[in-house]
């Protein structure tokens, strides 16, 4: 709890050996004995015998040398397939080159393939290992020919041969090549024995306003096969663009197993590589690329490992000159927005959009970047970038990057290479006073402008912290030497938070002195002096000599001693000092639960719901490789608990079965619930009771104050709190918490905070409760679930929304 103030390996797969097959089969096809015969007529068994051994032997000489020769032999060689372009520039492109049994694409294929021949015929390497190759595809510009050529290459020659063909690259791009050239580096598709029947591969040339639909094999019934390689050419008009729109995307999360490849281009070039994606896209952060041209190639490569649903894309085409896709142009007038084109999807390769901003004359231009993600290509920008009045930018940066122009006038140009698209960029411009860059707020050194109120707050609003420097705290501030403030409640917390260690020292006390419990530091004479001067009173405490004190009094811990009934815990200050006051939050959560990995941690949070079940979060429950958190046997559950050091003296319940959300989504969060049956019944106490239920269509105000408790982490990155922490936070707007999230909120979240910072649920609260007070009875409303760290300003706490699941929760309960 914080409350705080605060081209991998690309499409080169490896498909089993069918030689290794044959083997399997020698073996199995060992002949079968008549063994009746066998039996009857003994020098015939033995005779048999002979046999079987002779053939055994045969057999195990024959494997020996299949494995020689296949394991052994230096020259073993490989398939190596390698796909390539090349235009043909004095050739016009006619519709019949879109069809592979069409005489004019057998006759030009035929010219491609000669010329590739006699190309190869000039190296000795590529030469000797032709073996042929394949006209697959033409398109427009003149003419652009995709072929794939076959070598079988020595083990030992494949460096070379990968060596031949990049030089042949270098040969024949660019003017050397006179009339014919090889457009791109061509790279190796596939290596090893690869299969052709793994590899399938589809064409479509979608025609108008046509979506075609594309999926990966089996989908939505079946997960994609392992082992495959598919490829789907996707063509348009000329004048048209493709836009591949992914609806479904979800696949394995590691892109060395499983990936899709999206090309600007008919064939697996890697110049013209859009974009690799693996893992699972939700709709709410959708998937979508255009082209540059009227071609577009979707690859999808699997290996043997796996299970997941795949994708479904639709395949739309666009006008080249259509206003979405096209960009640039002038702006005028005092402020604005412009994004790159299909922004917030993926901008098209090779493109280039200049934007000339013109506003009133004497101000000067701010652009703003809300969303800033180009794909760098190098570190100094050499690939996709935006040029702003010629500095350029690119990478992604951080949101609502800023520039200026010092004038009225300035261009942004945005680049896009042939390769590695991204999202691209929004922006904002705005004029503003030369003089006065920043009305009514504060100037940052950077230029930044940033509220009035957030100067001196303890946060780096400015993002290079001079909206920090230099300042006179408030008295609920450490006064940092550097001129730093920050949160009081930072103060001797063993983490140097001012950055010069103002605010660690004078935290433990000199000899000679004694440290009060709250940690105030009084003279060692001053215990049991008989007046307290640690302001909590506590070295007035244990010194046995309140003579006014008797058994049917209560002695405070200031030494004074109050003969009042009941006074532990009324609401009043009785003692002076509090002391009677204190400790009173033990049971004011009976419903929390500690979850501990058995004789290891405590892990997360989760409230009692009855005698038997406990509801937590799906994510508390999911194994990793170190721990198996699904399985009941892993955890025990402390109920009652208050200071984690007290564990030894509670409740404590081994579980019984753990069922999580049967839609908990690993990497959206949605569905984020799970609930625990405990081993045996649990009886009501003082400090262990359950929370109340919401009923299914409960609702919580906007703004609503809720309660949030645990042992998480007091600060981002920080350790787990030993006393049961609470905080309260508000109900925060979905739709304005779905922004502030980037649009990761489902209507199973709900989103609770203070947007200011500081107050929030961390790391070790999850699982635990959000309670919502109705009726003087506590509602469990949410489960702590995840958020963007911890208190951070405009980030807050994401909670499962616990109305959602009342059915569910009486179908497995019963509660
Ligand atoms: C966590 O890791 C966690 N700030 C829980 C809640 C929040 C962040 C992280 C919300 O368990």
Redesign the pocket.
Known sequence: MDVDIDAGPGAMRFIPDPVNKDWDQAVTFLPASDNKKLEKNSPGRIGAIVAVVILAAILALIIGIVVWHFHFRKDLKIQKIYTGSLSISNEAFVDAYENPDSPEFKKLANQVLTQLKSMYSDSPQLSRYYIGSQVQAFSEGSVIAYYESEFAVPVDQEAAVDQAVSNLNDIYSGSKAGKRQIETNQGPLVLGNFVSSASTRFSQHTKGFVEDIIKSPGFPDIPYPPNSFVQWQLRGDPDYVLKLTFDTFNLEQNCTNDFVRVYDSLVAVNKYIMAEKCGYYSPSDPLAFISSRNVMLVTLVTNEVGNFPGFKARVSQIKKDDPSVKCGGTLTGSTGIFTSPNFPNYYPPNTTCQWNIEVPVGKFIKLKFPKFMVSTGGSICMGDYVDIVGKRLCGQQSANMLSTVNSNKGTVVFVSDASNVDRGFSATFEAYEPTDPCPDQFQCSNKRCVNRSMRCDGWNDCRDSSDEVNCQCDPYMIQCKNGFCKPMFWRCDGVDDCGDGTDEVNCGCKTGQFQCKNDQCVSEKQKCDGTPDCKDGSDEEGCGRDLSCTVSTFACANGKCISKPNPICDGQNDCGDNSDESNCDVGEFPWQVSLHIKNVAHVCGASVISERWLVTAAHCVQDDAKYRYSQPGTWDAYLGLHKQRDKQIVTKRALKQIIPHPSYNPYTYDFDIALMELESPITYSETIRPVCLPTATDTYPTGGTVTITGW?ATREGGSGAQVLQKAQVRIINSTVCDQLMNGQISSRMMCAGVLSGGV???????GGPLTYLSSERMFLAGV?S??D??ARRNKP??YTFVPKFRGWIKEKTGV
């Open positions: 998480g929030d649920a961390c790391q070790g609260d999850s702590v995840w958020g760290g911890c706490g994401i």
